[in-house]
């Protein structure tokens, strides 16, 4: 069945679910179909769009959060034995090292942070900490701007994504460092430690590998070497340690890392996604209605999303490991350089004319693309429209190769659920429509979690807001679960009112997710699996309680997974 063909068994869910959001608290979360969602408890910084809450980990040996919080330069420590009433231990001042922290890791009581140079350009460090007494382990050196770490799943290396950004692309003033990866081995103990850091230097032009990079990997920073204008962004690495697979958002591709020789096995181009297909529909204007207003207006157009995934995940099925990925999309625009456009700034004798008329419709003139590495004929013309990211989800398999997309799913199921607030942005409210000229609901994080057996990957949306999940159990056949939002719609607010105002802001619930994880049963202080989600906007950090509705379910429980009950069976 078609996502469009069972939109109806969701929308009675989805129904009730908003009754039943708009009648709680503020504390109360919107949670419909199969997975639940409890909001537990919140940790406010009181902070707004500032980035005080963006990457979590956990510790069970202590039951601490570590929570970067960008605004403070620090790595905030939050007690959760009572997930309930999560409370401020400290926070670790990382100062010393850098200018904060980007990232945060844990594994067996050792916290790793990311920390990029007070000279964003200038090489970073990656800081090792006693999760039970804050005590310094060691720190050691790693490549520009590191963005994201993780430990290999025996905890015996920890990898950096060093992204490696420029200052800007103006002449004579550019730094453009390059992108590479650190693995730091600590088999030994944290004291013997070394550092090996990998580079793309060898698909340089002339390089001995050059010949191997795909025509399709975005290499497009004015003067940039292929090593420089590579930028990792995030890494996960298979359940065997042996692999590491790093998303090049900006460059719309995957690196694929053998991790106990430390050398690269190939980058693989994750390619684009037709949005003119049936199923990959998107909403291209936030003025497609009537005198400019805007409009939930979900249509096909000779469009291509680039995928461009921000965090990615991993799992393992039947011995072969997956990747999923939030397709985010990230446009690169500097001083000196931006290539950002929108449809209607691009000249019409740019285009070929069978795309001219995406300058002269209000359904598609407003959305935002780019005009770098985009196909020409020989005339200079472009032949294709390309925007940033996909408004989806994707399962990849181990050699970059794509096994599912969901397609147009994310706005479709927000246009059913909360319609009068569908493509809204993070900082300002009411804000209906105001994203779909760019990336729409914007996926960023992802996480797995296993319940009842089932593997569930949870996507934070960004700019709406909530936590979709999907069963991808079966990777070639994922299907919905559930939707959870603790943002709360209605009051109008914008950023001079939030600022000042605490209280409005304690208000609005979560606004922005930047940072997810699963914290299964076992590790969890009340037995519980639980998300704990960081929102860069609102500054929180939230504790949900999640499980499956059991079948038969019963109650207002029962009502609310009804959807995606019947979603399940519908794919049975």
Known sequence: MSFNGFQWLLRGAACIGVMAAA?????AVLSVGEVQFH?????????????AAEIIAHDPGTQRLFVTNAAAGTVDVLNISNPSSPTLITSID???????????AIHNGIVAVAVEAVNKQANGQAVFFNAANLSVLGNFTVGALPDMLTFTPDGTRVLVANEGEPNSYNQGDSVDPVG????????????????TTVGFEAFNVGGPRHAELPADVRIFGPNATVAQDLEPEYITISGDGNKAYVALQENNAFAIIDIPTGTIDKIVALGKKDHSLPGNGLDLSDRDGPGNNPLLNIINAP????????????????????????NEGDAR???????????????ASSLIPELRFLK???DTNRLTVTTAGVPTNELGEFTEIHAF???SFSIWDDQGVLVWDSGDQFEQILADLLPDHFNSNHDEGPSFDTRSDNKGPEPEGVTIGILNDRIFAFIGLERFGGIMVYDVTDPNSPFFAGYANSRVFGPEYNDEELFPNAALLSSLGDLGPEGLIFITAADSPNGRPLIVLASEVSGTTSIFQVGVVPEPATGMLAMLGLGALMLRRSRA
């Open 333 to 347: 625009d500097y001083d000196g350089f931006s290539e950002e456009s929108r449809i209607n700034g691009i000249a």
């Open 180 to 195: 590479s990866v650190s693995i730091i081995d600590i088999s030994g103990g944290i004291a013997a430690a070394t550092v």
């Open 39 to 51: 909001l537990l408890g919140r940790y406010e910084t009181g902070i707004f769009k500032e980035s």
């Open 389 to 391: 990211g996909a408004r």
């Open 94 to 104: 990382l100062s010393p090292f850098g200018s904060g922290a980007n990232s945060v």
């Open 360 to 362: 002269d419709s209000n």
């Open 303 to 326: 469009i291509f999303g680039l995928y461009m995934p921000d965090g990615i995940a991993s799992y393992e099925v039947n011995g072969k490991t997956f990747i999923v990925s939030a």
């Open 23 to 27: 009648a709680l608290p503020a504390q």
